[in-house]
């Protein structure tokens, strides 16, 4: 079974759209986070929830606004899409804190045109 | 800003050579870890190592801490195609902050 799993792999989007990206582990971790890797591998923790609470918000935009209706799941809604949004996203859980091992999800690849 | 700094950007090397590969940072860290990302996957962990050790080894990898320099290097012996992937280290510092690198590209020819 996979432990972190994202959905969809593959977003491509029109400029001004709205989409969603979810995300699931079944690890039993407390804490999950949300990176952007840019077109240059270039890796950044946006968000992290613990156990359903929000943690760390490093600055992005307010249109990026993560949600977790359970500890199991963090998913990260975009609003009014740009390109500059073009990205590979990765969702991650730990067990504990940040220090702890991170678990990858497979990434959405996300093009906005 | 924390980003760390690692070098080579790129490597290539024949089978059966050995890779190291470096890592920088600025300021004092908790720990340092070592992840391995095969190409449109996610990011694998391969190494923790904390800020009072100075060596780690697992299997053909060997990570070494040296915190009067402020750098690690990841060692990977009688590398196989398979080691094939981008490698990064990643920060972890006082405030619960994990900052990654920008990664070195490891290619194994075989």
């Known amino acids: 079974d996979t432990a972190v799993s994202q959905t969809p792999k593959y977003l491509v989007t029109q400029m001004g759209n709205d989409k969603s990206i979810k995300c699931e582990q079944n690890l039993g971790h407390d804490t999950m986070y949300w990176y952007k890797q840019d077109s240059k591998k270039f890796l950044k923790i946006m968000f992290s929830?613990?156990?359903?609470?929000?943690?760390i918000n490093e600055t992005v935009p307010n249109r990026f606004s993560p949600k977790s209706p359970d500890k199991a799941h963090l998913n990260l809604h975009i609003n009014s899409l740009e390109l500059g949004d073009s990205a590979v996203y990765f969702c991650a859980s730990t067990k504990g804190g940040i220090a702890d091992t991170q678990y990858f999800g497979p990434g959405t690849r996300l093009t906005v045109l | 800003s924390q980003q760390g700094e690692e070098d080579p950007q790129a490597l290539s090397i024949q089978e059966g050579e050995n890779a190291t590969m470096n890592c920088s940072y600025k300021t004092s860290i908790n720990n340092l870890q070592w992840y391995r990302q095969n190409s449109g996957r996610g990011l694998v962990h391969l190494i923790l190592i904390r800020s009072n050790e100075r060596e780690k080894h697992s299997g053909r990898l060997r990570v070494t801490l040296d915190t009067s320099k402020k750098s690690s290097s990841l060692l990977i012996t009688a590398s196989r195609a398979a080691d094939t992937a981008s490698y990064f280290c990643a920060k972890e510092t006082s405030g619960s902050r994990l900052t990654f690198g920008e990664g070195t590209q490891l290619t194994v020819n075989p």
């Open positions: 929830y613990n156990n359903k609470e929000l943690i």
